[in-house]
């Protein structure tokens, strides 16, 4: 276990996110939907707006794991994550990154929007300087109220 401190500023004592979220051990306000396999969300611990999170609700590693309901779900997830973040958030460009050699069991996979400050080209080597610059720089009252706006658009717009 491990104290973790939310987006939004609320630590708590977590071993697994995927699962402690899944659970309700996390005190989380991030999250768009869930749907029978998988949990949408903002980022557990990063404040960038429209820096989503598709979490599976049951314990996996790998999308290799899944059963072919699980990825037919996924997939379709994915695709209404994205059309719903151009659409209603007007993201014109993400990078999206699942990763299976970090240490970390529980299977997400990331879909992260392209910001100005971020540079040219997102890659996986600086992806961890974007994240840590907004973990140390984005948790302001102005930028926190995006993310809240980016999520309640996002919900709407997923629970149809």
């Not at 996924?74 to 994915?78: A, G, I, Q, S, V």
């Given at each position: 276990?491990?104290?973790?401190e939310?987006?939004?500023g609320?630590?708590?004592?977590?071993g697994?996110?995927?699962?402690?979220?899944e659970?309700?051990k996390?005190?989380?306000?991030?999250?768009?939907i869930k749907?029978?396999?998988f949990?949408?969300?903002?980022?557990?611990?990063t404040?960038i707006?429209?820096?989503?999170?598709?979490?599976?609700?049951r314990?996996?590693a790998?999308?290799?794991?899944?059963s072919n309901?699980?990825?037919?779900e996924?997939?379709?997830?994915?695709f209404?994550?994205r059309?719903?973040?151009?659409?209603v958030?007007?993201?014109?460009?993400v990078?999206?990154?699942?990763?299976?050699?970090?240490g970390?069991?529980?299977f997400?996979?990331w879909?992260l929007p392209?910001?100005?400050?971020?540079?040219g080209?997102?890659?996986?080597k600086?992806l961890n300087?974007i994240?840590?610059?907004?973990?140390?720089?984005l948790?302001t009252?102005?930028?926190?109220?995006?993310v809240e706006e980016?999520?309640k658009?996002?919900?709407?717009?997923?629970?149809?």
């Open positions: 276990m491990a104290e973790i939310s987006f939004d609320k630590k708590n004592d977590l697994c996110i995927g699962c402690d979220i659970s309700g996390a005190d989380f306000s991030g999250i768009i749907t029978k396999h949990i949408l969300g903002q980022d557990y611990e404040p707006p429209g820096f989503f999170i598709i979490n599976s609700r314990h996996v790998s999308i290799l794991d899944f309901e699980e990825m037919k996924f997939t379709e997830l994915l209404r994550t059309k719903a973040m151009k659409d958030l007007g993201v014109r460009e990078a999206v990154f699942q990763n299976e050699v970090s970390n069991s529980h997400h996979a879909i392209k910001a100005e400050w971020m540079g080209k997102i890659e996986a600086p300087s994240l840590d610059y907004a973990k140390q720089n948790r009252k102005e930028n926190l109220k995006k980016a999520l658009k996002m919900r709407k717009c997923m629970e149809k």
